[in-house]
Structures are given as C-alpha cells and as structure tokens.
C-alpha cells in the first residue's frame, strides 16, 4: 500500500501530531546520566546467553515504488531485481510482509491470463520466503470494483457476505491447499482516510467478516490461521481521531473488546510507528504503564491471552518528510537508529517489527514520492537501475548475529550494543545514534512526572520562544518562575542537548574488552558511517589474528551516525604434523658419542612449518 503524505489525512497520525507531540504525548520518565566522550564495555565470553529474539531478525515490509511497467507484477511490491538481491544476500528466513491487493486483483479480472499472472507472482514470493523458512504477514486491502459502498479502494465493503466469499477463497487456496505459513492482517491504517474511507464499526464488521471466514475454514480444515489487525497508524489512535491522554478510545482497545464480546480470533495486534526517537516504544501513559504493558492488561481483563503477539509492522526513520536527506544521501543517519530502535523495541517487550520498507516511492500514479525505502531507483530507466543505500548493510549486519545473545548494556543515552555468540564465532554490533529531535523527546518522556500545573507551566514554554533560548543557554533556568521540579527538567534537558550537539560532530571512543578467548580468532570489523551513503560494499574494513587470552582490548572510534559490526571467527585448530616415511627416519634419535641426540625435525618438502609458518624449499 502506497504510503501517503500524511497531510493528505484528515485523521492525524503519529507523524502529523509532531507539532502536538509534547501536548499531546505522556512517555516515560527515564533518568538522566551524565555521558561520557569514552566509554568502556566488557564482554565475558563464558557468561550465560539466551536465543537471539526474533525482533531481533532482518523483517521488513517488501513494499517498494508503488509502480511497475509490468501489470502482472504487484504494483505495492518492490521490484523483482530488489527482491533477487535481497533474497542472495541475507534470504527470506525471518518475517515478511506484503501488501495484498484485493482492488489491484479484480481490476484485470477480465483479462484472466493477466490475473493468473498477477496471482503466480504473488504465489511465487510467498513460496520463496516458506521454502526458506520464513513467514508471511499478508495484508489484505482494497474492497475490489462492485464490493465497496464507492468506486474506491478505500472504501467499507457494501456487501460483507459477497467479500467474505472472496477472502475465504484467497484464504483457502493459500494456507490450506498450498499450505503457505501465513498470519493475515487485515487492512492497514484504517484510521487515516487516505486508506480507509469508513467509520470504526464499519472497520470492526470487516474485520468480523474476514475472521468468520478463517474460522470456518479452520472447522474445515482443523488448520490454524493466523489473524491480526489493525495497523493502525500509532497504537493509540482511532478511527475518529485520538490521543495518548485517551487510549481507551483507541481502535486496539475497541478491537480486542469487540473479539472478546463476538468471540472472534485475534492472534496478533498490530500498529505503525514513523518516528525519530529510539525509545517511542517506550511510551507510557496517564496509567503510568507503558503502551506494551497497557495492551497485555486490556487483553487479561477482556480474557484474552495475555501474550498475543504484540507488532510493529511499519516504522522508520521519520521527521514527517516525504523525501529526506536522512534516507537518501546522509543515509548513515537512518541507518544507525535501526539497531537503536530495534534494540529499544526488544527491551519495551514487543515481539515482531517491520521495517517500512524495500524500495522508495516514485512515479507511481497516485504522484507519491517517498525515499523510506532500503533501495533507490531511478524510475526514468527503461531497465532496472537502481542500487542499495547504507541502510541496507546494516540488515546485512543484522544477518551475521549469532543465535545466541548475551545480556550487556551501555548506559549510555546514545551508544548501544548488541553483543551474540554462535558455535564458531563471536559477533558484537555497536551502534551510535543521537536523535536529532532529542529536546522534544527527552521533554516527552519526562512530562508525566508532572501535575497538572507544572505541565501547564512546561507547555507554556514550549509554545514560546523560551525553550529555544535555553537550549542555546540564552536564558537563564534559575531565573524562571516556575517551580523546581520544571525547571529540574530543563536543565537536565539543556546538558543532554548539548552533549547531542557536541557528540553529533564528534567521534566517541570505546575501549572494548573480551574476556576468556581461550582460542585464537580472526579479528574482522565492518563499518556503516557518513563516508558512504549508497552501493556500499560489505567487506571488513580491518582484520587481524588474535590469539587466545584472557582479556583482549581494542580501542574503537564510534563516528558520529555510525554502525560497527566485529566478528571474531575461530581458527581452525591446525591438523597433527605427519611425517612421511623418510623423514620420519631422520628424525629418529641417533646415536653418538656422549649419549644419545634427537634430531631436528624435518618437514616434508613444501610443507610449511608449523610453528614459523615458513615453507622449506624443495631440494
């Protein structure tokens, strides 16, 4: 589904409330820590781990240019030359979603060989990512032609038992006769009218509609189906618009209590989230809980389980811009709070996340240009040309983690670590990501420490222009009139931004410890920073040997917007030295006067020497 520019919405989103984000967000207070330009971490190999998290994975949303010359290919998928490379590089082994459109479908229903074309393609990707182990979310969207209440993709349904028939068809060619493993979501952002036209309780009877048909072909079947919802475009939003401050109004709510009373299925529960903070799951609210933990208790109280699947199935780096330098030629930017927001999202507890998504928007009919994708392209070219940008070396990164992950934490507002292990190597991601909007954030996640008249008194002078002036350290804290809890914050906010400000042009240094490598490693470390921002190679920037000790260190510089990757890869232990038969004869003791002397040991001809490395000439 084509991503649209929110200002296209009546219904504010998550990006199109930036302006109301203090007055509207309530986020959790965090403590502030003093940060250092060094920092140490130090990693005990012999420590205790658990399996990688799965949020942990390389998923993305396979959407890309919302065009393709080809009418047979999905229009909402990326290009089949991205999904190739793709598919070379990393693979389809982690979780993937596509847009599934019912209005693209039905549009070349009379051209039956387009269709079955249109239909193989879409049967084609999805067997891919299962023949790799992967999963498909697919999202189902678009009321076809003669089905909606208007001539409109976006439109309700009019006839819900003539689309029921329809998705029970699709349903049941895909998961029980071709046995594909996928979750079905239904629809995507329904709370913004750029892709839905219709009130909450005509998306609740479409919603009703597609899991009647899932139940009666798993009656049929006994085969489970998987279905979520309802992608909304923040977790807090509905249909009629919402904020923080209300989020028992919000459309999750109503979709968990509205599967509660018609006892509907509802095995994952889905929404976006476009921002710049690395912590936005972090949220919490008016019930000091974080959104995660308010979710699972709307679920235990309406007696549902309380660890349905919780998934963000569209985010990235977003400043409400449609085309930002961020994701295009300052790529590192984007690229570095991937892992940040990753890591921020596995420590909130959400399970899955999507990131949004494989290609840029270009030329497509609807005049949307959006460079959000991990691949650009030059639509103008009758062939395909186009090509990665940093952002996607650091899935490439998130490939090469080990299956097993080890508990160790920076505390560090902007540094952070994802440190794995495998059978056979060690892998250490380091990423540094300092959130340009962090004055707005850190106040955000600061404001429900307030009462009531503080943050009045707060907000008040975020509207002015005092704010500005006290960030540049204009105005004086202590010279304002409200009281020290308000003016603890600020202050605590003014030294955070300027240590944002000083670290954002300035590279930090990590002294790196490893403890315990009793085996000698092959050192490699890969970098993403600002000194490449497309069709970066993926090779090691440094290696070396390191044999084994107890404690090996190595100073890093952490450039400003920059990923690291070190791989410590075991040596191969080196075979037991064979002697041939003649030299094992001139290497027998021999006898001579005064006793008895071994001889030197003799290599055989070529071979190298096992402990110099040096390779003996042929006589």
Same mark, same amino acid.
């Given at each position: 589904?084509?991503?649209?520019?929110?200002?296209?919405?009546?219904?504010?989103?998550?990006?199109?409330?930036?302006?109301?984000?203090?007055?509207?967000?309530?986020?959790?207070?965090?403590?502030?820590?003093?940060?250092?330009?060094?920092?140490?971490?130090?990693?005990?190999? /012999?420590?205790?781990?658990?399996?990688?998290?799965?949020?942990?994975?390389?998923?993305?949303?396979?959407? $890309?240019?919302?065009?393709?010359?080809?009418?047979?290919?999905?229009?909402?998928?990326?290009?089949?030359?991205?999904?190739?490379?793709?598919?070379?590089?990393?693979?389809?082994?982690?979780?993937?979603?596509?847009?599934?459109?019912?209005?693209?479908?039905?549009?070349?229903?009379?051209?039956?060989?387009?269709?079955?074309?249109?239909?193989?393609?879409?049967?084609?990707?999805?067997?891919?990512?299962?023949?790799?182990?992967?999963?498909?979310?697919?999202?189902?969207?678009?009321?076809?032609?003669?089905?909606?209440?208007?001539?409109?993709?976006?439109?309700?349904?009019?006839?819900?038992?003539?689309?029921?028939?329809?998705?029970?068809?699709?349903?049941?060619?895909?998961?029980?006769?071709?046995?594909?493993?996928?979750?079905?979501?239904?629809?995507?952002?329904?709370?913004?009218?750029?892709?839905?036209?219709?009130?909450?309780?005509?998306?609740?009877?479409?919603?009703?509609?597609?899991?009647?048909?899932?139940?009666?072909? !798993?009656? !049929?079947?006994?085969?489970?189906?998987?279905?979520? @919802?309802?992608?909304?475009?923040?977790?807090?939003?509905?249909?009629?618009?919402?904020?923080?401050?209300?989020?028992? =109004?919000?459309?999750?709510? =109503?979709?968990?209590?509205?599967?509660?009373?018609?006892?509907?299925?509802?095995?994952?529960?889905?929404?976006?989230?476009?921002?710049?903070?690395?912590?936005? !799951?972090?949220?919490?609210?008016?019930?000091?809980?974080?959104?995660?933990?308010?979710?699972?208790?709307?679920?235990?109280?309406?007696?549902?389980?309380?660890? /349905?699947?919780?998934?963000?199935?569209?985010?990235?780096?977003?400043?409400?811009?449609?085309?930002?330098?961020?994701?295009?030629?300052?790529?590192?930017?984007?690229?570095?709070?991937?892992?940040?927001?990753?890591?921020?999202?596995?420590?909130?507890?959400?399970?899955?996340?999507?990131?949004?998504?494989? =290609?840029?928007?270009?030329?497509?009919?609807?005049?949307?240009?959006?460079?959000?994708?991990?691949?650009?392209?030059?639509?103008?070219?009758?062939?395909?040309?186009?090509?990665?940008?940093?952002?996607?070396?650091?899935?490439?990164?998130?490939?090469?983690? $080990?299956?097993?992950?080890?508990?160790?934490?920076?505390?560090?507002?902007?540094?952070?670590?994802?440190?794995?292990?495998?059978?056979?190597?060690?892998?250490?991601?380091?990423?540094?990501?300092?959130?340009?909007?962090?004055?707005?954030?850190?106040?955000?996640?600061?404001?429900?420490?307030?009462?009531?008249?503080?943050?009045?008194?707060?907000?008040?002078?975020?509207?002015?222009?005092?704010?500005?002036?006290?960030?540049?350290?204009?105005?004086?804290?202590?010279?304002?009139?409200?009281?020290?809890?308000?003016?603890?914050?600020?202050?605590? /906010?003014?030294?955070?931004?300027?240590?944002?400000?000083?670290?954002?042009?300035?590279?930090?240094?990590?002294?790196?410890?490893?403890?315990?490598?009793?085996?000698?490693?092959?050192?490699?470390?890969?970098?993403?920073?600002?000194?490449?921002? @497309?069709?970066?190679?993926?090779?090691?920037?440094?290696?070396?040997?390191?044999?084994?000790?107890?404690?090996?260190?190595?100073?890093?510089?952490?450039?400003?917007?920059?990923?690291?990757?070190?791989?410590?890869?075991?040596?191969?232990?080196?075979?037991?030295?064979?002697?041939?038969?003649?030299?094992?004869?001139?290497?027998?003791?021999?006898?001579?006067?005064?006793?008895?002397?071994?001889?030197?040991?003799? @290599? @055989?001809?070529?071979?190298?020497?096992?402990?110099?490395?040096?390779?003996?000439?042929? =006589?």
């Amino acid at each position: 589904m084509v991503r649209f520019p929110i200002s296209m919405s009546r219904r504010s989103g998550s990006l199109g409330i930036r302006c109301l984000a203090i007055t509207l967000l309530v986020i959790a207070s965090s403590a502030y820590a003093q940060q250092d330009s060094e920092l140490e971490l130090t990693l005990d190999v /012999t420590t205790n781990t658990i399996p990688l998290p799965k949020i942990f994975k390389p998923n993305i949303d396979l959407s $890309g240019r919302g065009f393709n010359r080809d009418a047979a290919w999905p229009q909402q998928i990326a290009a089949k030359e991205v999904l190739d490379i793709w598919q070379r590089d990393i693979g389809f082994g982690g979780l993937y979603r596509i847009q599934y459109s019912l209005w693209d479908i039905g549009q070349i229903s009379k051209d039956r060989d387009a269709q079955n074309k249109l239909l193989g393609n879409y049967d084609t990707i999805i067997k891919n990512i299962n023949d790799a182990g992967g999963i498909v979310i697919l999202d189902i969207f678009g009321t076809p032609a003669g089905l909606g209440k208007v001539l409109d993709k976006r439109s309700p349904p009019w006839d819900l038992k003539a689309f029921k028939e329809l998705v029970k068809s699709t349903i049941r060619d895909l998961s029980c006769n071709k046995k594909y493993n996928i979750w079905y979501e239904v629809w995507s952002a329904p709370d913004l009218d750029s892709f839905f036209l219709g009130g909450q309780q005509e998306y609740l009877n479409l919603y009703r509609t597609v899991a009647t048909a899932i139940k009666e072909l !798993e009656a !049929e079947t006994k085969r489970h189906i998987p279905l979520g @919802a309802p992608g909304v475009s923040w977790w807090f939003q509905s249909l009629s618009g919402n904020t923080i401050l209300t989020p028992e =109004e919000s459309l999750i709510y =109503e979709l968990i209590k509205f599967c509660y009373r018609y006892k509907l299925p509802l095995d994952f529960i889905t929404w976006h989230g476009y921002s710049t903070s690395p912590v936005a !799951e972090r949220e919490s609210t008016i019930y000091n809980k974080t959104a995660v933990n308010l979710i699972r208790d709307w679920l235990t109280y309406f007696r549902s389980d309380r660890n /349905t699947m919780l998934i963000v199935d569209e985010w990235n780096y977003d400043r409400n811009l449609n085309v930002s330098a961020e994701r295009q030629e300052k790529s590192s930017v984007s690229a570095s709070y991937i892992p940040s927001r990753i890591k921020n999202m596995y420590e909130a507890g959400l399970d899955y996340q999507f990131y949004f998504c494989l =290609e840029d928007f270009q030329d497509n009919k609807e005049g949307v240009v959006r460079n959000v994708g991990i691949f650009s392209f030059d639509p103008q070219s009758s062939e395909y040309k186009g090509g990665p940008k940093a952002i996607y070396n650091v899935f490439r990164m998130l490939t090469n983690l $080990g299956p097993e992950m080890f508990m160790v934490k920076l505390d560090d507002e902007f540094v952070g670590v994802i440190a794995t292990k495998a059978q056979d190597y060690i892998a250490v991601l380091i990423y540094n990501y300092i959130d340009p909007e962090i004055v707005t954030d850190y106040l955000s996640r600061n404001i429900s420490n307030l009462n009531s008249s503080e943050r009045k008194a707060l907000l008040s002078i975020i509207k002015s222009d005092k704010l500005a002036k006290i960030m540049l350290r204009q105005l004086d804290i202590s010279k304002l009139r409200e009281n020290k809890k308000v003016k603890a914050i600020l202050k605590k /906010t003014q030294e955070l931004n300027d240590l944002a400000r000083e670290f954002e042009s300035n590279a930090r240094k990590l002294k790196f410890s490893i403890k315990n490598l009793k085996e000698n490693y092959l050192y490699q470390r890969y970098a993403v920073d600002s000194s490449c921002s @497309a069709n970066c190679d993926f090779v090691p920037l440094e290696e070396k040997e390191v044999n084994g000790q107890d404690l090996y260190q190595e100073t890093l510089n952490l450039n400003p917007y920059s990923v690291n990757l070190v791989i410590l890869k075991k040596r191969p232990k080196e075979p037991a030295k064979v002697l041939p038969p003649e030299a094992a004869a001139q290497a027998a003791p021999a006898k001579q006067e005064g006793g008895e002397k071994p001889a030197e040991t003799i @290599a @055989a001809p070529g071979q190298a020497d096992f402990y110099t490395g040096n390779t003996k000439p042929k =006589e």
